[in-house]
């Protein structure tokens, strides 16, 4: 079995995560986010703990994500591009587009690429402009887990950390 290892910020240990806990209208739906990159887990740990004025933790976990791709319904974006998107802007506005899907994942609507998704959503950017600004980005990672049964069988627990 190959297993990557990925984190979720925040300011709680989650030992045992689960799917339809968090807000439905973040950029890939309602799920379990997760990144394989540690530094992004960290920054979103700090951010979340300075609003709630407590300690910001990292949850480790290892994920079976090829056995994922092979027997899931997946999306994954490669690039901040037109699908990326009119994914995002549909799930911002609450649409049920990742319910199609049991695990998504690809680049984060950041600070980086935020402005230029709520200029375009409010539309005061033309699709073009957006995607030529979103092109002159390299897209972090996130990963989000919208399958409970998925995530019971490949997301394995392994540790919190306080930052």
Known sequence: M?????????????EFPICKF????????QGFYITDIRQQAVDWATQVAD?????????RYRLNREAILAEARCKV?????????????ASRRGEPVANSYDY?????????VVDTVNLYMAGLMDEDTALMRLSQHQPNNQMCLLSQELTDKYLIFDGTETI
């Open 2 to 14: 190959s297993e990557i290892i990925v984190y979720h910020g925040g300011t709680e240990k989650v």
């Open 22 to 29: 968090g807000r439905r209208n973040l950029d890939f739906g």
């Open 51 to 59: 609003r709630r004025g407590t300690t910001p933790l990292i949850n």
């Open 77 to 89: 974006f490669k690039a901040y591009d037109r699908d990326w998107l009119l994914f995002i802007v």
């Open 104 to 112: 998504i994942e690809g680049g984060v609507a950041n600070d980086r």
